[in-house]
């Protein structure tokens, strides 16, 4: 069965935009980690040293994740 030019497409963004988007995202989950890890230090004058590996690592995976949206 054929579909109708009615049917929705998915418009897939170029892969520098799909790029760019991923990067975006990691440093923006970077930045907010970093950031709590400061606060979390200032605040509570106590380092979070089990989330030092977790600031690393979960910025990688969301941008893998959005990057992998459109694949």
């Not at 760019?20 to 923006?28: E, N, Q, R």
């Amino acid at each position: 069965m054929k579909s109708s030019p009615s049917a929705k497409t998915h418009h897939r963004p170029s892969n520098l935009a799909l790029n760019v988007i991923a990067i975006v995202a990691g440093l923006v989950t970077f930045a907010i980690g970093v950031g709590w890890l400061i606060y979390s230090w200032i605040v509570d004058r106590e380092a979070q040293y089990f989330a030092i590996p977790l600031v690393f690592s979960v910025p990688v995976i969301v941008a893998i994740a959005i990057r992998s949206l459109w694949d």
